[in-house]
């Protein structure tokens, strides 16, 4: 579908669904566990699935965060601005102490972590998207950085005698 595969697609459905509870705490945390998951079923090593739930960490986060916490015509300032308070208290999310008598329950951390998203609608849809092309750009971005050099042609002798 639009140039995606299917494990694009479910990665950046999960994380739309988890920018939509969470913020861009929450699509962080998803898009990262799932574009993980993806890489470690597929039997890659270590080091590719450590970047893969960096790169879609990142994914979720970002880009969504920026355009969700955009203010009235201020889409860098105002967003980053809303993406820094959103990670401010990121701590807090699973801790039972003092967490639960600041922000009460699970779902109101949640709902915490969300609150300077002026435009959750966008910021959700940005995340999805950001993290379904950017999966598959990322991807096709680092087999061209790690493909292998050509063999070397082999030289034309002319044999004198």
């Known amino acids: 579908m639009f140039g995606l595969g299917l494990k694009d697609i479910i990665s950046g459905v ?12 929450g699509g962080a945390l998803v898009g990262g566990i799932v574009g993980g998951g993806i890489a470690m079923f597929e039997g890659k090593g270590w080091d590719d699935v450590m970047e893969a739930t960096l790169v879609n960490g990142a994914l979720g986060a970002i880009p969504g965060g920026v355009v969700g916490g955009a203010a009235k015509g201020t889409l860098l300032k ?4 809303a993406l820094m308070e959103s990670f401010k208290d990121a701590g807090t999310l699973f801790l039972k102490k003092g967490a639960k008598a600041q922000y009460g ?39 061209t950085t790690q493909a292998a050099p050509p063999e070397p042609a082999e030289l034309p002798t002319i044999i004198i005698t």
Do not use: H, I
């Open 14 to 25: 999960a994380t739309g669904v988890g920018f939509a509870f969470g913020g861009p705490v």
């Open 78 to 81: 105002g967003g980053t601005k």
């Open 105 to 143: 329950g699970f779902a109101e951390r949640l709902a915490f972590l969300r609150a300077p998203m002026n435009k959750m609608g966008l910021g959700t849809t940005t995340a999805t998207l950001a993290s379904a092309y950017g999966g598959k750009a990322w991807r096709d971005f680092d087999q």
